[in-house]
Structure formats: C-alpha cells, structure tokens
C-alpha cells in the first residue's frame, strides 16, 4: 500500500493490527499449555476470548470504512512472538532444556508484557488517527481495547509481582 495521506495512514495501521491480533489469538494457546501456574493459565485463557473480541472490533471499523483487513503480517509483533516461542521450545543457548517452571513463567509473562505494549502503542496511534479524521465511533471502540490492553498488562504485572517472580528467584 503506497501511503500518501492520514486515512491511508489509519488503513494501514488497522490492518497491522489486524494482523497483530490474528497472530496472538494463534499464539496465546500454545503459552496456556506451556504453563502450569493456575493464575497465568487463566489470565492467557482470558486474553484469547478478549482478543477475539478486539478482532472483531476491528472487523467493524473495517466494514465502516469499506476496507478489508488485508493480508499482511505484522512483522513487529510476528518477532515478540517468535522470541516469546522460543522460551517455550528452548530453542536458544542460553535457555537450559532444564529451565526451572517458575524461570519458564516469568519469562512468558515478559513476552506476554512485550506483546501488551506493542499493542498499548499501537491502538494508541490508531485511536488518535480516527481522532484526527474525525471518526469519534471508531476512535471509541479503539480507545475500548486500548483500555483492554492496559489491564491485561496490570494483571501480568500483578501476578508476576505477587507470585511468579518470587517463586523464580
């Protein structure tokens, strides 16, 4: 897509998140089944039906503005996942075949984190070109997962402060 003024702009970065959250809901089950800590098994279980949702956000904004999703991948957050993916395969040198459980789930939780962020930016750009454009609808429902991000990222934040870190050191 050549990019030449704001509304292309917005299109684009729709569908960037569009791929974005495509990649997640495939991702998200392979780090319920790697973990076997009850609360983070439950807050990835919850993201995934909140993460279909926000899909579906966004199919909506797309049929407003008489676009499709496209078919491209992100790419920024196919690497979070890729890097995430392979605590989960110890793929890397430095990740022992033996990685202590709680190591394991502090480390998801720093990927789950890093993939939260990417999003927190992301819709938060999003939000501010429907602004822009004047398109208060779709700058609401875009400010809606924006706010679903931020709590995910709270969550991670609490279990990883109240239990996983402590049980990894």
Same mark, same amino acid.
């Given at each position: +897509? !050549?990019?030449?003024?704001?509304?292309?702009?917005?299109?684009?970065?729709?569908? @960037?998140?569009?791929? /974005?959250?495509?990649?997640?809901? @495939?991702?998200?089950?392979?780090?319920?089944? !790697? %973990?076997?800590? =009850? +609360?983070?098994?439950? =807050?990835?279980?919850?993201?995934?039906?909140? %993460?279909? $949702?926000?899909?579906?956000?966004? $199919?909506?904004?797309?049929?407003?503005?008489? $676009?499709?999703?496209?078919?491209?991948?992100? $790419?920024?957050?196919?690497?979070?996942?890729?890097?995430?993916?392979?605590?989960?395969?110890?793929?890397?040198?430095?990740?022992?075949? @033996?990685?202590?459980?709680?190591?394991?789930? !502090?480390?998801?939780?720093?990927?789950?984190?890093?993939?939260?962020?990417?999003?927190?930016?992301?819709?938060?750009?999003?939000? %501010?070109? /429907?602004?822009?454009?004047?398109?208060?609808?779709? /700058?609401?429902?875009?400010?809606?997962?924006?706010?679903?991000?931020?709590?995910?990222?709270?969550?991670? %934040?609490?279990?990883? &402060?109240?239990?996983?870190?402590? &049980?990894? /050191?």
């Amino acid at each position: +897509m !050549a990019i030449s003024n704001l509304r292309e702009l917005y299109i684009y970065e729709l569908q @960037d998140l569009y791929s /974005a959250e495509s990649q997640i809901i @495939d991702a998200l089950p392979k780090m319920v089944e !790697a %973990t076997d800590d =009850a +609360m983070l098994k439950r =807050a990835f279980e919850k993201h995934l039906e909140v %993460t279909k $949702e926000q899909k579906k956000r966004l $199919e909506r904004i797309f049929s407003q503005l008489n $676009e499709n999703p496209g078919n491209g991948t992100c $790419e920024g957050i196919r690497g979070i996942i890729k890097e995430g993916e392979s605590f989960i395969k110890k793929e890397k040198s430095f990740f022992r075949e @033996d990685i202590d459980k709680d190591v394991l789930n !502090a480390a998801l939780i720093g990927s789950a984190q890093r993939v939260e962020h990417y999003e927190i930016s992301a819709y938060g750009t999003a939000r %501010t070109y /429907a602004n822009r454009l004047g398109l208060p609808e779709q /700058a609401a429902l875009l400010q809606k997962t924006l706010e679903e991000e931020v709590e995910a990222d709270r969550e991670l %934040t609490n279990i990883a &402060e109240t239990s996983i870190n402590a &049980e990894a /050191a």
